[in-house]
Structures are given as C-alpha cells and as structure tokens.
C-alpha cells in the first residue's frame, strides 16, 4: 500500500516551514504544489529529510512553485534531501538554485 504524502506547516518567524514526509510523484506531485502555492507571503523553506523518492513531476512542482515565489519577491529554499532525492536535483541543475548559500554543496 502507497503511503499518502504528509505535509506540515508552520511559521518561524517571517519565513514557513513546510515539512513534507512520502514519496513525490506524479500522483502526489499536485498536493505539495498547492500547499507551497497557498502560502503566500516570506520566504519557505521546504524539509525533505522523509522524503525517499522525488520524480520529474515533484521536480517540475518545486520549479513551477520556486518561479511564484520569486515573482512576488520572496524564496523557495529546500533542506535535508537523502542522496537520491538531492541527486535527483542536482542533476537537473535546481540544486544548486534550491540551495543559493550553499555555493560549495
């Protein structure tokens, strides 16, 4: 039985936690764009450490929601990603775009 994707929320301060715990795919890949498209205002910062499986279409998601946020000023930012998921992302070049302090990740 697939594990439905859990996501939580919550401030810290002028940025939001969003904690996001299953695997990504196309199936769940909506779910987790609109909970990171209904918060609309400061930065996010989205926890992958549950996260084991991330495909084009959570990729595609993360891009789509990073481009948003951007546009209205504000930063997309992701933590804690196992190393397929962080090499899913880096492959793509969004790594390095998900982690802009990180310039030697």
């Known amino acids: 039985m697939i594990e439905p994707l859990r996501i939580r929320?919550?401030?810290d301060?002028?940025?939001?936690l969003v904690v996001v715990e299953g695997e990504v795919d196309m199936a769940s890949a909506p779910?987790?764009?609109?909970?990171l498209l209904a918060i609309t205002d400061g930065d996010v910062i989205?926890?992958?450490?549950?996260v084991a499986f991330l495909d084009s279409s959570g990729i595609a998601?993360?891009?789509?929601?990073?481009r948003a946020m951007?546009?209205?000023g504000d930063q997309l930012t992701t933590?804690?990603?196992?190393?397929?998921?962080?090499?899913a992302?880096?492959?793509?070049?969004?790594?390095?775009v998900l982690h802009p302090d990180d310039a030697d990740s």
């Not at 779910?31 to 909970?35: C, I, K, P, V």
């Not at 989205?46 to 549950?50: E, F, I, P, Y």
């Not at 998601?61 to 990073?66: F, G, K, P, W």
């Open 70 to 72: 951007a546009g209205r």
């Open 61 to 66: 998601a993360l891009v789509r929601t990073h």
């Open 13 to 16: 301060g002028t940025r939001t």
């Open 31 to 35: 779910q987790l764009e609109s909970a």
């Open 89 to 96: 992302l880096e492959v793509t070049g969004l790594f390095e």
């Open 46 to 50: 989205v926890d992958l450490t549950a």
């Open 9 to 11: 929320t919550r401030q």
């Open 79 to 87: 933590t804690g990603e196992q190393t397929l998921v962080r090499h």
